[in-house]
């Protein structure tokens, strides 16, 4: 098993940044990409963005590419997502998942049911 805990979710306003990270503990030598998903209340969980483990390459969803940034540190087993030039949009529970697969990756990364171990959830808010 992999533990997740996503940590810094606040209220913001908008055009500001803000940082959240998600901790692993567990079997983190399990781990072949971090995932980043939101859900605002009423909608459905929306794909964010995610790391490759082992060479950092990233993808993001189209929502959020050009204002956010991935990366991880691998020694201490987080992922960071650098949020800028935030929107009241972007408001939402964010949650860091965990791929233990890599098949096809390349062509599911966004694909929730593709993550297996996921965090509770950190709350950003983004007022106008």
């Known amino acids: 098993q992999v533990q997740l805990v996503e940590t810094g979710g606040e209220l913001v306003q908008a055009g500001e940044s803000l940082s959240v990270s998600c901790a692993a503990s567990?079997?983190?030598?399990?781990?072949?990409?971090m995932g980043w998903f939101r859900q605002a209340p009423g909608k459905d969980r929306e794909f964010v963005a995610t790391i490759k483990w082992s060479d950092g390459i990233t993808f993001y969803g189209d929502s959020v590419k050009g204002r956010f940034t991935l990366s991880r540190d691998m020694a201490k087993n987080t992922g960071y997502l650098q949020m800028d030039n935030l929107k009241p949009e972007d408001t939402a529970s964010y949650y860091c998942a965990v791929r233990v697969l890599g098949s096809q990756f390349s062509d599911t990364y966004s694909w929730r049911h593709t993550y297996r171990h996921w965090g509770q959830g950190t709350q950003v808010t983004v007022s106008s």
């Open positions: 567990g079997r983190t030598s399990e781990i072949y990409a």
